[in-house]
Each structure stands twice: as structure tokens, then as C-alpha cells.
T-cell receptor
Framework: GESVGLHLPTLSVQEGDNSIINCAYSNSASDYFIWYKQESGKGPQFIIDIRSNMDKRQGQRVTVLLNKTVKHLSLQIAATQPGDSAVYFC????????FGGGTRLMVKP | SQTIHQWPATLVQPVGSPLSLECTVEGTSNPNLYWYRQAAGRGLQLLFY??????ISSEVPQNLSASRPQDRQFILSSKKLLLSDSGFYLC???????????FGSGTQLSVL
């Protein structure tokens, strides 16, 4: 089936810097995209989502950007904090979510 | 508000033993229910999903089965566990017609 993948398996950032986590998807028919945060030993938590009729959506300290032309999704975290350290998953959907492999974000104090 | 409960949090089982993991959802009716497995440091693999009581779809052939005896209860079972069944099992739900999933806290299964 179609797949969703991530460019960087591990991202290390300094506390206070902005983080950008990237995701490529291959199903051009996908119309819904979502980011999850998973802390060690816990279930994934919803961060933010976006429909294909939008190219940007903002939440609290997070922004999701969608570029349908190149099938690229990104999650931007402003002023990264130690509590942001986790694995981040993107997922795309044409009716049911398909998850990418995840990126580990490490925040250095 | 809706909540999802999954138990146990950790489980150590010998090879060949049976398995039963339970998941319940509160505060909603007729949810879609899902079982995922996650190998250490890896992504999420969809095992089963259900759109209603006794309506189960299997995504991958395996040593596991799922049942939904009640609207908000989803059970993952095995008659005889294999070493390869070890992993982190996650239950999730979504509202009917919606894709956004809400995950449980997970069960870490170690088969020895």
C-alpha cells in the first residue's frame, strides 16, 4: 500500500530553539494528516491535524505545514522544551490512518 | 469526556501460554476500535479494527485474534504465544466516520 516516511530518524535540538520534523507521503489521494507525540512507555498523543484543503495550521507552540505539490508534511515546534523530547509520528489518511516510522526528538538543556 | 482504558500495563508470559488484553472506551457510543502493535523503536502496525460489535477486520495474518463482545470493549487474544508476539500493544478508538485516533496507555508484552 501507500507509505508515509520520515527524513530524519533522530533530531537533536538545543532547549529554546525551534524544531522542525519532516515527513514525506506518497498517496496523493490522502486528504487528512495528523501528528502524534509518543513519550517512552506511553501511548501516542494527538498534537495537531490538517486537512488537504489547508496548507498551514497553528496550535499552541506547534505548526503543521502541508505541501501537496511535493507530498511533504512538517511539524514545527517553537521554543523547544525538555518536555518535548519524545518520538513524533506523522500519519496520512484516505479513510484510515497510515503511520510513518517516527522521529525521535532529543532536547538538550 | 471520552476515556480509553487498557490493561494490564505490563505482562510477561511464557511461550505457548494464552493471552488476553482488554480495552474499554467510556463516554461515547459505537466507536471504531483498533489494536496496534509497536516493536521497540519502531512504528505502529495495525493488527485489527472494528466498526461494530462482532465486526472485526484483520490487517495482517498472525497468531492473534480480536473480539468485540460489547460496543465499547475490544479484546486481543492468542491461544499460544510466540516469541515474536513480544511488543507494545496499543488500543485506540475513533468516532464513527472520523480518522483521528485516541490511544490507550499501552501494554508491554514480553514473551519468554
Amino acid at each position: 500500500g501507500e507509505s508515509v516516511g520520515l527524513h530524519l530518524p533522530t533530531l537533536s535540538v538545543q532547549e529554546g530553539d525551534n524544531s522542525i520534523i519532516n515527513c514525506a507521503y506518497s498517496n496523493s489521494a490522502s486528504d487528512y494528516f495528523i501528528w502524534y507525540k509518543q513519550e517512552s512507555g506511553k501511548g501516542p498523543q494527538f498534537i495537531i491535524d490538517i486537512r488537504s484543503n489547508m496548507d498551514k495550521r497553528q496550535g499552541q507552540r506547534v505548526t503543521v505545514l502541508l505541501n501537496k505539490t511535493v507530498k511533504h508534511l512538517s511539524l514545527q515546534i517553537a521554543a523547544t522544551q525538555p518536555g518535548d523530547s519524545a518520538v513524533y509520528f506523522c500519519a496520512e489518511s484516505e479513510g484510515m490512518l497510515t503511520f510513518g516510522g517516527g522521529t525521535r526528538l532529543m532536547v538538550k538543556p | 469526556s471520552q476515556t480509553i482504558h487498557q490493561w494490564p500495563a505490563t505482562l510477561v508470559q511464557p511461550v505457548g501460554s494464552p493471552l488476553s488484553l482488554e480495552c474499554t472506551v467510556e463516554g461515547t457510543s459505537n466507536p471504531n476500535l483498533y489494536w496496534y502493535r509497536q516493536a521497540a523503536g519502531r512504528g505502529l502496525q495495525l493488527l485489527f479494527y472494528s466498526i461494530g460489535i462482532d465486526q472485526i477486520s484483520s490487517e495482517v495474518p498472525q497468531n492473534l485474534s480480536a473480539s468485540r463482545p460489547q460496543d465499547r470493549q475490544f479484546i486481543l487474544s492468542s491461544k499460544k504465544l510466540l516469541l515474536s508476539d513480544s511488543g507494545f500493544y496499543l488500543c485506540a478508538w475513533s468516532p464513527q466516520g472520523r480518522e483521528k485516533l485516541f490511544f490507550g496507555s499501552g501494554t508491554q508484552l514480553s514473551v519468554l
